[in-house]
C-alpha cells in the first residue's frame, strides 16, 4: 500500500485519505486483539476404570467418555447416555466414544450408566 497517490488538480487520484482510514482501522483490531486478557488454562483430571459384575453410574461433569466393551468379556454390557431411562447392549469388542466439545463444554452428571452386572467387562475413561 502506498503512503498516498497524490496528484495535484482536486484530489483526484489521491488515496491517501482512504488508505490511512484502512491503516487506522487495521491498527485498531489490532489493539482490540491484544487488549483481551488470555484465559488461564484449566486443568483435567483423566479417569480409567475397569468394571465386571457391578454398575457404574458416572455422578461428576464429564468433557469426553470412551466406553469399550473388550473382545475378552464373555457377555454384553448395557450402556445408558440419558440417566438410565434406556440401555443400549454393546458386544464383546465394541467401543464408543462422546466428546462435548471444546469451550470446557460438559456431560452433566449421572449421564453414563454402565451395567455388567450379567458378567460382561467394560472398560471406561473419562475426562473430569
Request: overall charge negative.
Amino acid at each position: 500500500m502506498s503512503v498516498g497517490d497524490l496528484k495535484t488538480d482536486g484530489l483526484k487520484g489521491n488515496n491517501f485519505p482512504w488508505q490511512l482510514r484502512m491503516l487506522k482501522g487495521l491498527q485498531g483490531i489490532i489493539n482490540a486483539i491484544i487488549a483481551i486478557p488470555p484465559t488461564p488454562a484449566l486443568s483435567k483430571i483423566p479417569v480409567i476404570e475397569r468394571i465386571s459384575g457391578t454398575t457404574l453410574s458416572i455422578n461428576v461433569g464429564i468433557q469426553s467418555i470412551s466406553i469399550a466393551c473388550p473382545v475378552t468379556s464373555i457377555t454384553n454390557i448395557n450402556v445408558s447416555t440419558n440417566n438410565g431411562l434406556s440401555f443400549v447392549f454393546m458386544t464383546p469388542g465394541e467401543t464408543v466414544y462422546f466428546d462435548a466439545g471444546t469451550l470446557n463444554n460438559y456431560f452433566d452428571n449421572f449421564l453414563f450408566q454402565i451395567d455388567t452386572t450379567a458378567g460382561g467387562e467394560a472398560l471406561i475413561t473419562y475426562i473430569i
